[in-house]
């Protein structure tokens, strides 16, 4: 696998400060959710349906995960509430 090149980290790094600025700046949960996360989720889609991947995104705190098509998707999907249920 190639390196990224140094910028792609600044990049990164930049990408990261703007999403929590505007996070935290967010007033409350809803704002939260129409500014930022939703946007953030709808971009994850376009580019993993781009790619043909599947995106879930599940758990407590979050678990990303890629899948390459829906049988695996919904497969993921049922062991992670498996899991989640056995731990209640």
Known sequence: MAKRK???KKNAKALMRDLFARMEAAPD???LN????IPFAA???EV???RGYILN???EKSNIVFSGD???????YGLVE???????
């Open 6 to 8: 140094s910028s792609g």
């Open 43 to 45: 971009a994850l889609e």
């Open 70 to 76: 829906d049988a695996d998707a919904k497969a993921i």
């Open 57 to 59: 995104i599940f758990g």
């Open 34 to 37: 129409d500014d930022v996360i």
């Open 82 to 88: 498996e899991y989640l249920a056995a731990k209640e």
């Open 48 to 50: 993993c349906e781009a």
């Open 29 to 31: 949960a809803q704002s």
